[in-house]
């Protein structure tokens, strides 16, 4: 008997979305409004890395990139204070050396506004396009209108944040600058070194960000969206569209959207562009649920930690770590920051139950990629950095607008490939 080799048929979709984060997720619920059928990838199913972990705040009033002039040298000072929160993973350096060079460029002086602009055109749509998304899979449960504080213990550092203010004033952000015992009356859990503060009015608070996601990908999935718990690895062109080769099997799509966060560069080499996006690790730390210790996601601006009072219980997250992925996590970071919180909140009670890490997918300056590669039919949508919770809906529709032809609802040109430049001519 001769022996005949099997080989399963690829399966066949309008749009392959390649990670289930919440940009690749919020791209497919575009698509499928649409009439496209997606298909999901992600070895880890939904929310399988910074989607996950992160502090909750859609923060509409977080205008300011990450480098800005003046940053550059107290950060690399406190590289050797445990508890400052940029580190670098010496180990990876090769990976984001010229990023960092990069990073630091994108903080002058003359650049900061243009970014401010960009950062506001996204956060501006960022409420209405969670509401919806929210009110659409059924899931407004899982957010509340909490806004976003954040709160100074020393003089010193507000008075330093005044330019960041006069942005939010300038784009029209809706925000309150509170004195100690405004503080108190809006958390009465704070503690006093929480000496002014100043709360974004309209930002939303996601509860569960990891639940939402994985809602989503089932409301997704319950309405015709295939998935593929795999990894993809090389994307080619077949055809009229692509052939996309998984650890699971293959796929053959129209269109291919590469949404897989701090991971999206390799899959694009072929193509000939080099994505400038580093992985900057973050950490969070979970306390045991309690009532009455903090009512909204809290920033303490000097520490850069946020305090979140998520369902499962009082999430503690910080660091920006500079690194690759697959490097060693360092979890003893956040088990020295976490007990901090309980400077800020003293009522906070018990031990962390469990810690964990992800990656921010993160470009030199703060602005997410949002493009088409070339004139091919392949799409970018990650580098949303600190803020992707917050822009993931509002990316999703500028993507799937982008994808099928239909008019930007905000111009797109801050966040092209192009303005990197021959350095991301890989
Ligand atoms: C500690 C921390 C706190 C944060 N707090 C906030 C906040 O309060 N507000 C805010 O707006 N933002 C916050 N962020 C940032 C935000 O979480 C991220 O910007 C956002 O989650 C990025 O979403 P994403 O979908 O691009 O990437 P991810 O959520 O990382 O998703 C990428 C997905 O791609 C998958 N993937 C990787 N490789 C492949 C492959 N080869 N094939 C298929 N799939 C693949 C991964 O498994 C992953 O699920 C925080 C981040 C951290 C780490």
Known sequence: MSSVSWRPRPRVVDVAVIGCGIVGLSTAFQLQRRGLSCLLIDPRGPAGDASFGNAGAVAVGNLMPASTPGMAWPALRGLRNPLAPFKLDAGAWPHYADWLWRFLRAGRQERLAPIVDATHALNRAARAAWLDLAGAIGALELISATGYLH???????????????????????????????????????????????????????????GEFCRRLFNWLCARGADTLIASARTIEREGEGYRVRTSGGDAHADQVVVAAGAWSGELL???????????????????????????RPTLWAERYMVVSPMRSGVRVTGFKEMTAPGRPVRPALIQGLAPQARLLFPSLSGEPVSDWAGLRPCTPDSLPILDRVDDERLFIATGHGHLGLTQGPVSGELMARLMVGEAASIPLAPYRLARFGRYARG
Do not use: C
Request: overall charge positive; aromatic content about 10%; glycine content about 10%.
């Open 151 to 209: 709160v100074y213990s020393e003089a010193v550092t507000f008075a330093r944040a005044a330019g960041a203010r006069e942005h939010m004033r300038r784009n029209g952000v809706a925000f309150d600058v509170l004195d100690a015992a405004q503080l108190r009356d809006l958390e009465p859990g704070l503690a006093a070194i929480a000496r002014h503060g100043v709360l974004q009015r309209d930002s939303l608070f996601v509860k569960d960000p």
């Open 269 to 295: 080499r072929p193509f000939g562009w080099r994505l400038p996006v580093a992985a900057g690790r973050g950490y969070h730390a979970m306390y045991p649920r309690q009532e009455g210790v903090v009512r």
